[in-house]
């Protein structure tokens, strides 16, 4: 039950930390609010329509007993003139006239309850209340030995404007306290914002120029260790990538002069050619695996985004794998416009592709948005891999030719480049069953 009861409050809570500031100012307020208000109406205003309700009481009291004490036409005809000039009270005395059986319904409001209750405290004579007429008025009906002394009285006397005051007082200093709380919490979430969007941006490969760091000191500061993390991280990048570049070159360096010395020696000694042809197949293949290594070393190699075309991409690298005879089929929607790193992703597009070309004949591309994303499906008709197992494929040096293509011998490094490829892009890699009976990689990046 309390599982249950923190997993509700959790749902209702705001995610977002501009909402949940306010929160903490506003319910505070309301909370100060609320209390001043139930002392308000539960003291003062009981205390204040007591007041008014003893007000009109004593001028009804007062009309009454006059006229008791000067039963006269004449001086009758003078008090009810004199009530009505003077305390807003208009009375007719109906000679001869009763009060009915039933009296009218007593309403539920504080100014009933204190109308009735200061009228029943002075008066030992029956009378009625109606305070639930439509011309905004109180009619008070009193029986008399003579007659049924009627009194009409507007409504307004029994209410007060401090009670009008007061809530416009409320309602105004928390619109007021509201308007700058919120002033105050915008400007105080926009360099977080700014401080998420450059962070986002740099671990999309993208670089924020703008951004400066902002707002109260300890973002200042987180904003400040930001930019140290980011230049740190670029600068070893860049050192990465010139020591790689040194060593591809010292590397090659010597298998290109052992490709030359094997030539050489073909056409000095011809009988050894079948020797010589498996010695350079052994020396291309490490070549190959070279690259692969200084690709997956190399990351991205710090290649800044731009503004591509994917589907583009996407046809040059089908192209390409054409003209080595391989059947694909490409489905790719028009104008998949994204920021990219071109070199980087045609790295990953062509290690999927041609991770499906080895394990499938059939291979089936498709290229679409999908919301904010753009989902790129490379799928075949392979052995396909084992569910275990597929997140470790995407481990370097990982391999499954055992299971897929034991004619095969890679470095185990090319999904674990495309993965790396994507998620440098702020994306990502699945794999999953394809319809086709293989493998299904799901490229999704963002737009």
Not at 200 to 218: C, L, N
């Amino acid at each position: 039950m309390a599982a249950t009861r923190t997993s509700l409050l959790k749902h209702l809570t705001p995610k977002r930390l501009f909402w949940r500031s306010l929160l903490i100012l506003l319910i505070p307020m309301v909370l100060l609010q609320g209390v001043v208000a139930y002392v308000f109406f539960e003291r003062h205003w009981d205390t204040v329509s007591r007041r008014l309700a003893l007000g009109l009481t004593g001028d009804i009291i007062y009309v009454m007993r006059t006229m008791q004490k000067y039963p006269e036409d004449e001086f009758r005809e003078w008090t009810l003139r004199a009530a009505h000039r003077e305390m807003q009270i208009n009375a007719v005395f109906e000679k001869g006239a009763q009060l009915p059986a039933e009296a009218p319904p007593l309403g539920s409001s504080n100014m009933d309850r204190m109308l009735h209750h200061a009228l029943s405290e002075r008066l030992i004579i029956p009378f009625h209340i109606d305070t639930r007429r439509d011309d905004k008025n109180i009619s008070v009906r009193i029986e008399l030995k003579e007659g049924v002394l009627d009194i009409l009285t507007p409504r307004k006397r029994m209410f007060s404007t401090t009670v009008y005051i007061f809530v416009l007082w409320m309602v105004g200093t928390a619109l007021v306290v509201t308007a700058i709380a919120i002033f105050f919490l915008r400007n105080q979430i926009q360099p977080i914002r700014r401080l998420a969007r450059a962070a986002e941006a740099f671990g999309k490969g993208r670089e924020e120029v703008d951004f400066k760091p902002g707002g109260a000191s300890e973002i200042r500061q987180a904003a400040a260790a930001f930019i140290d993390m980011r230049g740190r991280i670029a600068r070893h990048i860049d050192q990465r990538t010139e020591m790689l570049a040194g060593v591809s070159h010292d590397l090659r360096t010597p298998l290109t002069r052992i490709k030359l010395q094997l030539t050489m020696l073909r056409e000095s000694s011809p009988d050894t050619g079948a020797e010589i042809s498996d010695l350079e197949s052994d020396i291309a293949e490490m070549e190959k695996m070279i690259d692969e290594y200084l690709a997956f070393a190399r990351g991205q190699g710090g290649e800044a985004p731009v503004p591509a075309d994917l589907s583009a991409l996407l046809s040059d690298i089908v192209e390409g794998a054409r003209r080595n005879d391989t059947v694909l089929e490409l489905d790719a929607e028009a104008a998949l416009n994204l920021p990219l790193q071109p070199n980087a992703i045609k790295r990953c597009l062509t290690n999927l592709i041609d991770n499906a070309v080895r394990y499938g004949e059939q291979v089936e591309i498709r290229a679409r948005r999908v919301g904010e994303s753009v989902e790129v499906l490379v799928e075949d008709d392979g052995p396909g891999i084992p569910p275990e197992s597929i997140e470790d494929v995407f481990k370097p040096f990982y391999r499954l030719d055992n299971s897929r293509n034991p004619n095969y011998a890679g470095a185990g490094l090319g999904l674990a480049i495309a993965r790396d490829v994507a998620r440098s892009h702020g994306g990502d890699i699945m794999l999953q069953k394809s319809a086709l009976g293989g493998l299904r990689a799901v490229l999704r990046l963002p737009v």
